[in-house]
């Protein structure tokens, strides 16, 4: 075996195999043991209600009305930024015909809406932030790339621990100046990571765009992602929507909860945002709009006429069975931990799809799209005990609207990134600028005490290892 060989280290070899299953064994935990020591799985209830584990001033994720008599009901869902409706700051940026993606960036990360000559003094910071070290896309992003956007990303993002200063100072200036840096550097930082790994290991060309110097975060992404840094006002508009709409969503979701957990403990923040990359970068949370995608994909391939909605309906049906597609048992981009009734995110997403629908040739995608949003909670509900409704949500449509902008599927998920670490930024000044514990929750041991065993009674199969 070659020791610098490192697809060898790569192998999993039958001996792995077994040890990772008698490990699984001794890891089993009797799934009642939850319910009789009330042990809240996923920090949610039975009821799919989330623990109250901390507070926020940043957002709020609202699915549930109060009637009068003080019990409470399933409600269409609601998302608040500082606590300005979503809907009604996405429609004062289009009715006014601007970007908004700096402008609610400031609201959630300061907490009011700012003047003309805030917004402008803010963007200005930003754009002045978009300046990478020298020597950084051809000492660090150039070199070992991969195919995981998502990886590159995270070490890029740890890596710039080294080139700063004052790395570790949690003093809440330093911190804000770092997470500016990041907000500017992550459209940088993931596509040309995409652009090294498509020269290097796609054999394709390599396009390394300088940012703009002006213009919004949309523009400067389409710009440094194109080839020929083309984009119509139409699709800057529509990635800038979907930029605010990622941008936050309460405190419990997964990446944003482990950035206030890894924030309590008072480290970095390039430390900080990696966890909360490398919680993002899970199926379950960031990748699901690539789910969507191959899904759909899978189902146009097979249904022969997308109008037929007792078709649709048969598909959904089997898709729940786990007979087609990836056999999960799952209609992705269909369900949500707190929305039943509507995911507000994907209300509004929607309209802005269909337009650039037709403006791409291809509304009869979206027909089926909208067919099967309306079809496929009604097969679910039919089939499957549910606790609430469930919806379409924000993934549903944002990979198709990806898709149609020619967005690359390995961007899809640092796209979120670029939208989400505004909320990161935000709720780590927040976990900082109220001096909080360190967040500990605790869990209960079922593995009784055990008496220690001489070497030489024990019993088990002996590890061999295997020269390969």
């Known amino acids: 075996m070659a020791a610098n060989d490192i697809n ?5 070899t039958p001996e792995i195999e077994r040890l990772a299953d008698e490990a699984e064994d001794n890891d089993a935990i009797d799934s009642s043991l939850y319910t009789t020591l009330d042990v809240k799985r996923g920090l949610r209830d039975l009821n799919g209600k989330g623990v109250l584990a901390g507070l926020t001033n940043i957002s709020e994720v609202r699915a549930k009305k109060k009637l009068p008599d003080g019990t409470e009901e399933s409600d269409y869902g609601h998302l608040f930024y500082r606590g300005y409706s ?25 907490g009011q809406l700012p003047t003309e000559g ?8 930003l754009i002045f932030y978009r300046s990478l070290p020298k020597n950084f896309v051809r000492d660090v992003i150039m070199k070992a790339p991969t195919g995981n956007m ?33 907000i500017s550097l992550f459209p940088m930082l993931s596509i040309y990571a995409y652009q090294a790994n498509k020269y290097y290991n796609d054999g394709g060309s390599l396009t390394i765009h300088q940012p703009l110097d002006q213009g919004s975060q949309a523009e400067n992404l389409l710009h440094i992602l194109r080839p020929d840094s083309a984009f119509t006002e139409l699709e800057a508009r529509i990635l800038d929507i979907c930029l605010i709409l990622h941008m936050d969503h309460g405190g419990g979701n997964n990446s944003t909860f482990t950035t206030h957990v890894v924030t309590s403990t008072l480290t970095d923040t390039y430390s900080c945002m990696c966890a909360a990359l490398a919680s993002l970068k ?11 995608i191959e899904m759909f994909a899978d189902m146009e391939k097979n249904l022969t006429d997308w109008q037929d909605d007792e078709a649709i309906a048969d598909w959904c049906g089997k898709l729940l069975d786990g007979k087609v597609f990836d056999h999960q048992g799952l209609i992705y981009g269909v369900g949500h931990a707190v929305y039943s009734k509507s995911d507000p995110r994907a209300v509004i997403l929607r309209s802005y799809v269909e337009r650039l629908s037709v403006a791409k040739n291809r509304h009869r995608e979206f027909e089926l799209y909208d067919r099967v949003q309306r079809i496929a909670p009604e097969v679910i509900a039919k089939r499957r005990k549910m ?16 898709q149609m902008l020619g967005l690359p599927q390995e961007l899809f998920t640092p796209l979120f990134a670029m939208a989400r670490i505004v909320g990161w930024s935000a709720h780590r000044m927040e976990e900082l600028a109220n001096h909080g514990k360190i967040i500990r929750p605790a869990y209960e041991t079922v593995q009784p005490e055990r008496e220690y065993i001489p070497m030489s009674e024990r019993k088990g199969g002996a590890i061999y290892y295997e020269d390969i």
Do not use: W
């Open 8 to 12: 060898v280290y790569s192998r999993i």
């Open 86 to 110: 979503i809907e009604d700051l996405i429609k004062g940026i289009v009715d006014e015909n601007r970007f908004g993606f700096e402008e609610i960036a400031y609201l959630i990360i300061f």
């Open 118 to 125: 805030q917004l402008k003094t803010f963007k200005n910071m």
């Open 150 to 182: 998502m990886n590159s990303l995270a070490r890029s993002t740890l890596t710039l621990f080294a080139y700063d200063d004052n790395p570790d100072d949690t003093s809440l200036p330093n911190v804000l100046r770092q997470c500016l840096q990041l």
């Open 282 to 292: 899970g199926p379950r949370h960031g990748g699901a709009n690539i789910k969507v």
């Open 387 to 402: 606790y609430k409704g469930v919806c379409v949500n924000v993934d549903f449509y944002s990979g198709f609207v990806y």
